[in-house]
């Protein structure tokens, strides 16, 4: 049986003030709030400002464009354009997407393949997203993993097009294109002239301003192995993307073990790095998604090392012994509140 928990929040609006803001705010500061179902998640999006409620649906048609051209799930998608001709033909695509598979190969190159958009046959062999998951007998494995290679995915930005060298081969933008989407719909927000205000895509949460009486927004970081919407602690962020991946967002278990949905591109297996939990806090949020599942493929080590070198980028990380390592750059934006107690932080190192 898969469990779906991506469908509910993974980062958890903490909002302590918000209650105490609605019953003295006047009418005009009342956000908008707004609940769909999109990218195979529940997206939700509260807003103030007057023209709040414009943005918001102006929002809704925006992430609708880019699942439909993104998704791995329908015919006619761009995305399914170039894997039905992979090891054929060039695919002419739209600049969204264009953008999101160079940006994707550039973090497959930064962290070495641990980002890999070309995992595709992989995530299709597991079944991750079907509703019978399964372990793939090895020799299939075996038979998998010389497709996956991000170095076989061209893209021309000028001719707005993209080819795969191998038929067989599949791109699966999940681990990146939630993350587009929250900067596109920053953008959308902005244009309207909203000041304050967040969207939670699935647990890739993007706030604009502070909230409302100034303050930084604070985010929960999930305790990954409590019920949605436990904590183990608190960002507190203004104008920024917190990005969480985790082993209990979308899992089975067979003979007592659990199996998750981020694949290591070198085993073919879900990885199994010793992080049960990564949370990058960025500017951009498509930088976020993609260094959330990179660093929870890489590990511990390489995962810090990696983020440590990237200008603006910091990190949490959580262990399987329930240890929580965050950048020294969270120092005065994380904070532990692990009601569990289990949990142990390791200052910086
Ligand atoms: P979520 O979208 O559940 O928050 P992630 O952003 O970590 O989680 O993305 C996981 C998804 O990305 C998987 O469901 C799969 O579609 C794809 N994926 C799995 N492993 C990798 C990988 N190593 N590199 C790139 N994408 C991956
Ligand atoms: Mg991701």
Redesign the pocket.
Known sequence: MIKKS?LTV?AYMVLISGMFLTSCSSFTNRPVEKQSFNMGTIITQKVYGKNAQKAVDEVIARIQEIERKMTINAEGSEIDAINSMAGKEEVNLGEDTVYVLECAKKYAELSEG????T?GPL?KAWG?FTDHPRVPPQDEINGLLPLVNYRELSTDSKKSSAKLSRQGQIV?L??IA?GYTGDEVIKIYRKYGIKSGYINL???VVVIGSKPDGKPWSIGVQNPRAENGKYIGILKVIDKSIVS?GDY??FFEKNGKRYH?????ETGYPSESGLISTTIVSDASIDG?AL??AT??LGLDKGMKLVENLNGVEAVFITSDKKVYTTPGLKNVFTMEDESKEYKYVEKR
């Open positions: 991506g993974t641990a980002f890999d958009v995992v995530v991750i699966d999940g681990g939630k699935g647990g890739n991946s967002e979308r949905h981020i694949l290591d591109p998604d959330s599942t929870f493929v």
